[in-house]
């Protein structure tokens, strides 16, 4: 699932777009690009995410970076997927 977008669907921040940037057990970390950067992802349960792009957007291999990862989600944004 790394690299993959994904919606906060339980928590304060229910709703917030995010990319998956590690997997751990029953845990992904996702990152924002904002406040959720890539040294300081956000721990969510997998069953707290919902994966809204199959596709995947980023790959591992060539790491992540903040600014990659804002675009990428409003890139999304724009296509009319969420408002945001």
């Given amino acids: 699932m790394v690299g993959i977008l994904a919606m906060s669907k339980a928590g304060h921040d229910k709703g ?3 990319v998956i940037i590690r997997e751990e ?3 992904v970390y996702v990152a924002d690009g904002r406040i959720r950067t890539v ?3 956000k ?3 997998n069953k707290h995410v ?3 792009k199959q ?3 980023t790959e591992p291999e060539s790491g992540f970076d903040d600014l990659k990862i ?3 989600i409003k ?3 724009e296509e009319g997927n969420v408002k945001g």
């Fill in 25 to 27: 057990g029953e845990y």
């Fill in 75 to 77: 890139e999304y944004q």
């Fill in 55 to 57: 596709k995947r957007i």
């Fill in 16 to 18: 917030t777009i995010y």
């Fill in 50 to 52: 919902q994966i809204i």
């Fill in 43 to 45: 721990k969510k349960n």
């Fill in 39 to 41: 040294n300081r992802p």
């Fill in 70 to 72: 804002r675009k990428i």
